[in-house]
Structures are given as C-alpha cells and as structure tokens.
C-alpha cells in the first residue's frame, strides 16, 4: 500500500476540498483523490484538480530566481541566486521609499492560494512595516459581499448539505457543475425528491443544459428581474407578513418600489416572457423550502450590488429563512470569525516611515494605478497569487503601464505567465502541496488544516517565508517577522468568536477538518430563521432607495450610440476548466477559450459561420477568436470562457482586452460583464 497524506485545494473556489495523495517510495505523488471522509468533498474532484499533479510536476515549473535579461513582456530570463534576487530588491524597494515615498510600492495579490498564511500572512506584515500603498482587493467578490453586508449584516447563506432538503433551487448566476461541483451532488439529491430547479443566466451553460428551465436573462437586468418577481409576489399577497414585520425594515418603500416593475415592463428590460415571470414568482413564493444559490456574476455589471441586495430580499419576502433547505447561498465566508488583525498586523504602519494608513489603491483599476496616479506615483509592483497582465480588466493600457521603463516589477510565481514576462526579478514559489496553511472557504463551514504533502522542489519557497526574508533584509526587526506558521496560525484561532470555540491547532492537527460552531451538533445551521441580522438595527434592511433599476452603459439599453457602434453584449464567463488563468500553460484551456458563442441570426447577419475565426473589437481593443455558432446565447449576446493567456492566445491578446475598468456601484468592482463589441469574419 502506498503512503496516504492529506491536504486541502487552494484554489479560487467555494468547494475548497479536502485532498487525498497517493505517495510513492521517492516521495512522488502518484494520485491525488477528494477525501472521501470530508463532508462536503465527498470523494471527488473538479476536472481541474483531479489533474493537478500534472501542474506539480510540470517540466515549465519555475524552480530557481531570474532576473529579466530581454526587454519586458519578451520572456527573456536568467538564473539567478537567492542571495542575488534578495539582494536586488531590497536595494530597489528601499531606494524606491526613500527617493519617492513607501507609497510608491504597490502590492498586487489576490487568491491565487486561499490558505490564509500564503493569501495574506507575512506579506500584509511586510508591506504595512515598509509603508506601501494598500491594495483594495475588488477583482472578484467585494460588490456582492458589501450588498450582503448592508443588507444582512453578515456574509452567511445556507450549508450546501441543506439544499437536499429544497423543494425548489435557483441556481441564479451559478454555473454550479463548472464552478461550484460539490453542491451539485445535494441538488441531485433534492431533485431526486421532486425538487424542481431553474437557472437564471443569459449563457446556457452546462448548468442550464441539466436544469429543468432555463431563463436566458439579459446580461445585467438581474436586478430588474428581481423586482419584477417581487411585483408578482406582492401582488398576489404571497409576502410573509409575519416575517417581514418581526425581522426586516423598509417593506412599504420596498413594496412602493416593486409596484412600478410590472411583468411586462420587466418582460422588456430582461427578455424574459411575462408569463415566465408571474409563473416564477408565483412558484418561488409556493413551493417550500425554496433555495437560490447566487454567484459572483451578478455583480459584475454596472448596478451589481443593487441586483444582490434585491435577490437577497427574496428569501426574506417569501420567509424562506425559517425553513431548513430554504433561503439563499452567495457566500458563507462571514462565519470564519478569525482573528485577522493579528496575521496581518495593520498596526505596523504606524512604525513606517509614513506613521499612517497608507493610502488605498483598487486592484480593479490597475491600468489607472500605473499610468495615472501620482503623488507619488507607482514605481514598483510586487505581484504573487495574480496575473494581472490576464485576470485584470482594460488589458491594452495595463500592458503599457508593465512595460515602463521606470516600475521595478517583482513576480513571486509558479510558472512562467503573462505578467512573469513584465518583471524585473521572478521569485519561484511552492504550491499548496508543499507547505503549512490554515484553510476558510466560502461555500461551505469547515475549517481545515494542511502539511506540506510533497517537498519543495528546486529551489521554490512559500510566500510566508519569502517576505519573512524580504523583512529581514529589510532591517525590520520586529518580533513578528520570526512568527513560525504555527505561531500564525494559533494566532488567527485567538478571536474568541464562539463559531470558533474549541478549535484548536491541536485538534486541526489530529482531525485535519472541523465545522465550525454553528449550531449543535447534527442540527441543520439556519443563520435567519428567526431573524438574527447582524445590521445595526438588528433587522435585514431592504434599502428600496438604491435598488431602483437602470441599465448598463454598456448595454441594449444603456448608452444609444455605443450600442449602435458596437451592438453585441459580450459575457466573459469563467472557464470550466481554467480557473481563472491557473491553468493557462495547458493546451486544452487554449482551445476552450478560444472560442465564441454566438446565436446564429447574429452570425448569419455577419456572414459567419460555425468554426471560422472572428475579430472581435471595441474601442479598447482587440482579440481573436473562433465562432462557436450555436444557440448558448440569445441574439445580441455574445459568450467568451475567461480566461487564457495571452502570449499563448492568437493575436496575442485575451478577452480582458475587451473588458473596461467601470467599477460596480458599491464596493468598487470591476463591471467585466457589461461590456459592448462587434465581430466580424478574419
């Protein structure tokens, strides 16, 4: 029998899996499998992650330092040591702080690993110490988590396991079977039980394809289509007064505003029929327990915080929360109630030379931060857990501002990507199988631990110990930069918080993965049955004065003349099998996003056809793809799967060439889902 050890996926995804590796007498991992003792897990994997000893092994792994030899964005690298690549950037970033204020150093991260040690551990220490500018991490879920917060007052949803118990599920904005695998096998079980479940989205993804119907919205009317449903509700008096009365404030301006959305207004704004609307909203407020599962997409559009706070309304409307299998999943990262402020120590900027908060620079408008800030302007970038030169938005102005000749860029990375090509210096770094993390998720409740499985190969080495030697050589000598990852760990588990109780490193360490204190033991955790909102007043707060619907600019209805101009709406979905830019390296990505979805009339107006290559243009740039003609997308919808690279994409660009840097209308995200182009033949 082979060595078993475990571990848990890090990868951007609310399933977070527990890992089971096969180990052979080399130390060589020859299977890596889903714990089938893990809750949620369950014994199996994405397509992602069941290869992913193939990115372990990977003959392109980064296994040493390089300094760029080439000009930048050309790839041309050397070996370099340690001591070297060390040496060179402390020299730079402290010449950088000392000639234009620590506040010229950006850092640019994301969750590129979701291990709390290696997303923001020594690393936020270090850039607070030193005074760097303060990056707002927006790119993916701050617009939906702060609607939730205003609403709520709390980032919680259902337990996965509970949407076995519904009767009706809406996935809404959830490509469930390609982003979110494990919830699907409780939704098999529900429908197995006469549970119906519908998608709302205006791609017919995978999802939409195994769903009992399908709503092809238009791209950025959720919120209209939320109100439209409320219409119908209040209209029929199928509120639950009840609920409203003792748990949420606001109702009478809520029901004031849902009266001017009838379904034939919102029939138009979403392209969803009037009877599809009154038979949903009908069937929503009926059929309990009624579960919806809300994703991220919804709020990349111009007004997606206002969509999530309405859609989150619905549960409370229709008193969906007292039932167990009823109520609404975006996030439940809200639960994790650590002790965040010890790992990553804002308290240091005061010990910086700036004796302050740093300011703030959001990672959405990364093109605005190179080209355009100032006082002091950005003169280095230390990049890890992102590619931004793939993931951002408004890609033609980002590159011009990696390629100038005064930003020193440093690039902590796993393998040669779009960005690595842009930096000064590249730092090889371990991957989640090679060292200690401290594992939240945002889909489910469990906490978990992980020990390096496999050892370090070359001569890689975690985030955690790379910054904890940039502060050493640095001169900061405050006790902090010594933490061990244990000491990091047993501090984030100092909160206090009762969801945390009795979870300890030691237990973490014998049971490797523990739900937190919800509720007792085998009890289903029903965050809001009876109220419980964590806003100030104690009470969901419907907010009816900013959910009032207006379309995108970039949309059908939104700017008249941009839309004349460029007359398709294009979605850029996540990939199945990409995980946003993780797995560009790999060939099949290439082919899956190379691809364009579009719906025949359209095509047919352009004089396309299945398989040809297509230019698709806006006045931010361009991309090349291949047309998939077919009936994915409605007419004036186009659907490209985000996100390849682009040095390995034709014409060397990617779908983010297309995308703009608009932010959201709360929380400062990125808007990559309202996005107007045109498409021609090659």
Known sequence: MPEQKHSVCALDCPDTCALVLNIDQAGRA????????????????????????????????????????????????????????????????????????????????????????????????FFHRLGASRLDRTICSSTGGLALMQSQGARLGMEPEQFANAKLIIAWGANVLGTNSHLWPFIVEARRNGAKFYVIDPVKNRTGRA???????????????????????????????????????????????????????VSQLTGISVDDIVTLGREYATVQPAAIRLNYGV???????????????????????????????????????????????????????????????????????????DKPKVHALVVYNSNPAAIAPNQTKITVGLKRDDLFTVVLEQFQTD???????????????????????????????????LPAPGETK???????????????????????????????????????????????ERERSIRLNLSPTGAPFLPFATGGFRTPSGKFEFGASALNYMPPVESRYGDAALHQKFPLEL?????????????????????????????????????????????????????????????????????????????TSPANSSINHLTSDRLTDIGGGPTFYSCLVDVAPY
């Open 30 to 125: 020859t299977k890596i499998a889903g714990d089938p003792q893990h809750p949620i897990t369950r014994g199996f994997l994405c397509g992602k992650v069941a290869k992913y000893l193939e990115r372990e092994y990977h003959p392109s792994r980064l296994l040493h330092p390089l300094r760029r030899i080439g000009a930048k964005g050309e790839g041309k690298f050397a070996q370099i040591s340690w001591e070297e690549a060390l040496s060179e950037i402390t020299s730079r970033l402290s010449s950088i702080a000392r000639e234009s204020g620590p506040e010229a150093i950006l850092p640019y991260s994301y969750a590129g690993t979701m291990g709390l040690l290696n997303y923001g551990g020594m690393d936020r220490r």
């Open 211 to 265: 769903a009992d119907k399908h709503f092809a919205v238009n791209p950025g009317s959720d919120l209209a289509l939320a109100l439209g449903l409320m219409h119908v509700i209040l209209c029929d008096g199928l509120e639950d007064r009840a609920y409203i009365d003792s748990y949420a404030n606001g109702f009478g301006e809520l029901a004031a505003l849902a009266s001017d959305y009838p379904p034939a207004r």
């Open 299 to 373: 709020q990349r559009s111009d007004r997606g915080g206002a969509a999530v706070r309405a859609i989150a309304a619905l549960p409370v409307l229709t008193g969906a929360w007292r039932h167990a299998g009823g109520g609404l999943q975006l996030t439940t990262s809200g639960a994790f109630e650590f002790n965040n402020a010890a790992l990553e120590r804002p308290d240091l900027q005061t010990l910086s030379p700036l004796g302050r908060e740093a300011r703030l620079v959001n990672m959405s408008q990364l093109a605005h931060a190179l080209l355009e800030l």
């Open 419 to 453: 960005t690595a090509d842009y930096a000064d210096i590249v730092l090889p770094v371990t991957t989640f199988l090679e060292h200690t993390d401290l594992y939240r998720t945002y889909g489910h409740y469990y906490v978990q631990l992980a020990r390096p499985a």
């Open 462 to 508: 975690s985030n955690v110990e790379i910054f904890r030697l940039l502060a050493k050589r640095m001169g900061f000598t405050d006790a902090c930069f010594d933490d061990t990852e244990d000491q990091m760990m047993e501090a984030l588990l100092s909160s206090g918080s009762p969801f945390l109780k009795g979870i300890t490193l030691e237990r973490l």
């Open 571 to 647: 979605i850029s979905g996540k990939n199945d099998d990409s995980m946003n830019s993780t797995f560009g390296y790999r060939a099949e990505v290439d082919q899956q996003t190379s691809l364009l979805s579009i719906h025949p009339d359209d095509a047919a107006h352009r004089n396309i056809t299945d398989g040809v290559w297509v230019r698709v243009w806006n006045e931010r740039g361009e991309c090349r793809l291949q047309a998939k003609v077919n009936g994915d997308v409605k007419p004036g919808v186009v659907r490209a799967r985000s996100l390849g690279w682009a040095k």
